[in-house]
Structure formats: structure tokens, C-alpha cells
């Protein structure tokens, strides 16, 4: 135990950061660099996610275990938020403390030409994780409602549809054994403008930069409203919402990792069983040279 005090358990987190399905939300007055659970700032949180890294392997495990057992469950993280909100990071500094052979990550970008002649969810269902695997979506099906509606790409009445129709398919993966873990990334407009600017200082991440992003940061109202309406119509008991305050990029680390373990924890993910005689294996082994 360090020098800073654990006033809050990282478990807590789940119930700080979801957002009550049902309820209203404002992006507007909600803070982007708060850092609910953590009182003792980036040392603090370091040091949790120090603590919280072992047991989300750990929870990995099982969860792979129990795939290769025949059970149907997996997890997909959705990562949703603006340019630079930090959805590479949580696949990198999050995901990356598990076994990579547990994890699929797959990014979402405007679609191509065949899959815009496919149905919206299509490429998405391609992309969803086996069981027992963590899936990882950076972007995802709300792109189909978030990037169309505020540029304007089909008349409304298709997004309109839409906001039903994930609600329902969500519905059905659960039932299906898939946890839903739905995490909106919040930064400010002011964070979003430093790191594109940081982008543009430095040659080694040139190849992030957009200039289509330029475009969308303009347009920041726009997607708040859009994001806004998604994350109060489409937050839904079987599958909730995290709004997790992101200019901060180590509060943000941590508390996906917390949301991780304590909605991993709750599967109650039992190591499978052998289904082989362990005593008269060993006695094989055992007699043998
Ligand atoms: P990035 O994640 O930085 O590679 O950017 C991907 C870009 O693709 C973003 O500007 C998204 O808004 C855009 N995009 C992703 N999905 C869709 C979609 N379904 N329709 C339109 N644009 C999309
Ligand atoms: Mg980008």
C-alpha cells in the first residue's frame, strides 16, 4: 500500500460512471476531467490499475478457459468517442494487459462500397467476438448513427430507425452470453484541439493525423447532440452505458480496467472442470518413463 489512501474501492466504479438507462443525459454539463474513484490523482490511479492488472488477466483466463470448455460467454468492449478521446489507448493500455490470445480488436471505419450494399450491421456481426474471447470495437454500429446523422450521409428516417434496431440486436447477444461493456470516452473540445495539435508537432504521429478530424472537431456540437441522444436512447439495462471522463488518459486507463474486472468479476467465471480421470492421469504419468 502506497502513500496515497484507497478512500474508494475501485469496485464502486461501475455504479459512478453508468449512466441510468432511461435517464437524461447532458454532455454539456457533464465534467471530461473528472476522476470519479480516485482521490490521490495519477499516482493513485497508477498504482490501482498496478493492483487491478493481475486480476484482469486472471478473469481473462477464465473466461478464455470457459470458451474452450464449450461455454458460450464473451465479452465486447464498444469503444465510442471523438477523434483523440483515447479509444487506440484502451485497446493498447487496457487490453494489453491480458493474454493477446484472448483478444480481437477490430476498428470501424467509414464503410466501403460493399459493405454500405449490406445491411448496417453486417460488418459489425463479422467482427464479434468467439466465445470466449474479449472482443474490442473502436468505433462500432453507433458510428451508423452518430457519423450519418451529423454528416448527413442517409435521410433521417434511416438513422432514426436504427436507434431501435441496436437496442433490439443488443438485446439478443446477451441473451446470447455476450457482456456488453459500452464505454463513451468524454473529452473537451479544448483537449481535442492539444492532442490534434500534438499530432501536427511531431513526425512520429503524422500518420494518426486526419484531416477529415479538422472537419469533425468543427462540427462539435453536432456530435454531442448526436452522442448525447445514443447514449440516453440506446442505454438499456442489458446493455448500459460508461461514461468515462477522458482528458485525463490515466484516469481514463484505469477506471475502463475497474469497469473490466468488477463486471468480469460479477460472471462469477468458475474454472472448468476436468473432464478426464486427474488421479488415473497422474498414476499414467507416474508409471510411465
Ligand atoms: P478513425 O477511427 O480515426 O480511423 O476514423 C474512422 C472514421 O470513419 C471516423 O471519421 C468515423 O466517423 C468514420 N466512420 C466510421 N463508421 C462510419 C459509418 N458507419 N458511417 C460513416 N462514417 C463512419
Ligand atoms: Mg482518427
Not at 2 to 25: F, I, M, N, Y
Not at 137 to 161: G, K, M, N, Q, T
Request: hydrophobic share 40%; with cysteine.
Amino acid at each position: 500500500m502506497g502513500k496515497h489512501s484507497r478512500a474508494v474501492d475501485p469496485a464502486q466504479l461501475t455504479d459512478l460512471l453508468r449512466l441510468e438507462p432511461g435517464h437524461g443525459v447532458d454532455l454539456l454539463s457533464t465534467s471530461t476531467g473528472a476522476t470519479p474513484g480516485i482521490s490521490g490523482g495519477k499516482s493513485a490511479a497508477r498504482e490501482l490499475q498496478a493492483d487491478l492488472a493481475p486480476r484482469l488477466a486472471d478473469l481473462q483466463e477464465r473466461l478464455y478457459a470457459v470458451g474452450r470448455s464449450g461455454g458460450r460467454q464473451r465479452v465486447l468492449v464498444v469503444l465510442q468517442g471523438m477523434d483523440t478521446s483515447g479509444k487506440g489507448g484502451v485497446s493498447r493500455h487496457v487490453l494489453g494487459q491480458v493474454d493477446p490470445q484472448g483478444v480481437t480488436i477490430a476498428g470501424f471505419g467509414a464503410p466501403t462500397e460493399e459493405e454500405r450494399a449490406h445491411d448496417f450491421l453486417w460488418r459489425i456481426e463479422a467482427k464479434l467476438p468467439r466465445p470466449g474471447q474479449i472482443g474490442v470495437f473502436d468505433r462500432s454500429h453507433y458510428e451508423d448513427i452518430v457519423a450519418v446523422r451529423v454528416h448527413e450521409l442517409l435521410p433521417p428516417a434511416v438513422w432514426e430507425a436504427r436507434y431501435d434496431r441496436i437496442n433490439e440486436w443488443e438485446a439478443g447477444l446477451v441473451a446470447d452470453g455476450v457482456l456488453l461493456v459500452k464505454v463513451f470516452l468524454h473529452i473537451s473540445r479544448e483537449t481535442s484541439k492539444k492532442r490534434l495539435l500534438a499530432r501536427l508537432d511531431d513526425p512520429t504521429k503524422f500518420w494518426k493525423y486526419n484531416p477529415g478530424d479538422v472537419d469533425d472537431r468543427a462540427k462539435w456540437p453536432a456530435f454531442q447532440q448526436a452522442y448525447q441522444d445514443v447514449l440516453e436512447r440506446c442505454g438499456t439495462d442489458a446493455a448500459p452505458w460508461y461514461l468515462v471522463p477522458a482528458d485525463h488518459k490515466w484516469y481514463r486507463d484505469f477506471a475502463v480496467t475497474s469497469l473490466l474486472v468488477e463486471l468480469l468479476e460479477a460472471q462469477h467465471l468458475e474454472w472448468p472442470g476436468a473432464d478426464f480421470d486427474v488421479e488415473a492421469e497422474k498414476a499414467r504419468l507416474l508409471a510411465a518413463e
